[in-house]
């Protein structure tokens, strides 16, 4: 992905999903058997997986919740040393980096947090800004007992992860970003259609980040894809990983429940809604001073360039073989990278 992106309007999608509830077209998962074509309705939302059944995948882990800036924050703990906090994006939840906690926590104290408007956490009216968000995560840090951690984010955690870095630096040990920078001017220039057609995969091409500008439309979006998120979830996987078995049916089955409301399509949208406002912040931001390590593989090329104007000591490591999803696809090569950085001792 280069520093000047693609994404479209909200046509794309509604054609989309026109297509998909036209007749002719069925849907089925492991859990549905096949619907008639003439009876086909809105899917319902399907049944979640419980946090406490997850969790126990993972030994040594467990759910907690605290209550910051006013409301209620889910966050998954174990492992034992310094902390270590890791932020999701859209459209998944903090059980994207289930694959590399155990790892990790072997060497620190490993805190995954459900941000505002994900999961198991609440879904306030506002504060969707980058900002306010690592206000709630420096308040979970701080009531956990800890004056400073280091903090990792993916996709839209990554954005708060560096709005963490940039508003707390004295309580920031270092900085790990994976497959987004912050929301910087270079979004302004995204063009509103692709060059070309939209395929299955963007292969070499710019990516085609249509849902950037679907996301802005307010109260659109939740009527469309209430109870049938899933439609648009696995568009993303289908275009964005180069392994697709890297996300399989118990994750997506995860992903697609903690969006497949009004409310949390809602709230998932806010993040995008107040990107021009991310954007102001991030022209007030000052540099970074502490260690940053920037982990990318289709936006590689974006995150180097745009990360490179804030971070006075940045080391930046392209993903091979993986799209977006780089915990998912190089679970192995990201925890290790993510450790030699953690522990690697600068002058």
Known sequence: MNAIIRTGCASIVVAALMAATSPGYTQTSATEAPVATHARKPAAAKTGIPDSTLVKSLPGFRNGYATVSGFRLHYVVGGKGAPLVLLPGWPETSWTFH????????????????????????????GYDKKTMAVDIHELVKSLGYDKASVAGHDIGSA??????????????RLVMLELPHPDDS???????????????????????????????????????????????NWIFTYFLKNESAIDARDRAVYEHAYNSVDAIRASDAWYQVLPQDIVDYRNYGKLDMPVLAMGGPAYGWMKKVIGQKAENLSAVEVQNSGHFVQEEQPELVAQTMLDFLQRTYD
């Open 99 to 126: 694959k590399i906690m155990p790892a990790l926590a072997g060497h620190y104290t490993v805190i995954v947090v459900d941000l505002r408007g994900m999961g198991a956490s609440s879904k306030p009216a506002d």
């Open 160 to 173: 708060v992860a560096f709005a963490y870095a940039a508003n707390y630096p004295q309580a920031t040990d």
């Open 187 to 233: 979004l302004l220039t995204f063009p509103l259609l692709p060059q070309g057609n939209v395929g299955d995969k963007p292969g070499n091409a710019r990516p085609y980040l249509w849902w950037f500008g679907f996301n802005q439309i307010h109260g659109l979006p939740e009527k469309l894809l209430a109870g049938r998120f899933g439609l648009e979830q």
